[in-house]
T-cell receptor
Framework: QKEVEQDPGPLSVPEGAIVSLNCTYS??????FMWYRQYSRKGPELLMY????GNKEDGRFTAQVDKSSKYISLFIRDSQPSDSATYLC???????????FGSGTRLLVRP | EAQVTQNPRYLITVTGKKLTVTCSQN?????MSWYRQDPGLGLRQIYY???????DKGDVPEGYKVSRKEKRNFPLILESPSPNQTSLYFC????????????FGEGSRLTVL
């Protein structure tokens, strides 16, 4: 079993839809949770960063962490075609020197 | 502009022909790392470096070597490439160690025939 599981998609939605992307994990020591966005032929770039449980909002993006369920989510409101990309969740433990990545969910927002 | 630069971006080579993928960052970051990205497997760490002359294995180090002689450079060396090393490679750097925000290069697509 992988430490971090993520549905690969692809997920296809119409412009303006609310998108929900999710990851589950097995290591209860994870404390730092991130979402990276990767456009085609580009490197990943950090989108959202949260510590421990709770919500964090940044514009149209909201990250949620539920440590009791070992489940994290990224919500995108009013999705745009420019949001079409692969979204990777990543997480690490406090004492760790590395991030563990999910395999990524490919999102397509149709005009 | 703050960036991580990898070269080459695309390379086709043959089994056994040694190659080096260069990585350079201009942000004065102490931490650097190499990842490979394969369909369904996500990003897997090959090697990382906490500082100059300090390197350590990641999850999939077999068949790779690295060196960190200068803070800005972290080359990835494939001494004898094999077809199972065909992949998309990313170099990344961070000011906060490997568990913080990573800044990625644009990737190097390697094909080994």
């Amino acid at each position: 079993q992988k430490e971090v599981e993520q549905d690969p998609g692809p997920l296809s939605v119409p412009e303006g839809a609310i998108v929900s992307l999710n990851c589950t994990y097995s290591n209860s020591a994870f404390q730092y949770f991130m979402w990276y966005r990767q456009y085609s032929r580009k490197g990943p770039e950090l989108l959202m960063y949260t510590y421990s449980s709770g919500n964090k909002e940044d514009g149209r993006f909201t990250a949620q962490v539920d440590k009791s369920s070992k489940y994290i989510s990224l919500f995108i409101r009013d999705s745009q075609p420019s949001d079409s990309a692969t979204y990777l969740c990543a997480m690490s433990a406090q004492s760790s020197y590395k991030l563990i990545f999910g395999s990524g969910t490919r999102l397509l927002v149709r005009p | 502009e703050a960036q991580v630069t990898q070269n080459p971006r695309y390379l086709i080579t043959v089994t056994g022909k040694k190659l080096t993928v260069t990585c350079s960052q201009n942000m004065n970051h102490e931490y650097m790392s190499w990842y490979r990205q394969d369909p369904g497997l996500g990003l897997r760490q090959i090697y990382y470096s906490m500082n100059v002359e300090v390197t350590d294995k990641g999850d999939v180090p077999e068949g790779y070597k690295v060196s960190r002689k200068e803070k800005r450079n972290f080359p990835l060396i494939l001494e004898s490439p094999s077809p199972n090393q065909t992949s998309l490679y990313f170099c990344a750097s961070s000011p906060f160690g490997g568990s913080g925000e990573l800044f990625f290069g644009e990737g190097s697509r390697l094909t080994v025939l």
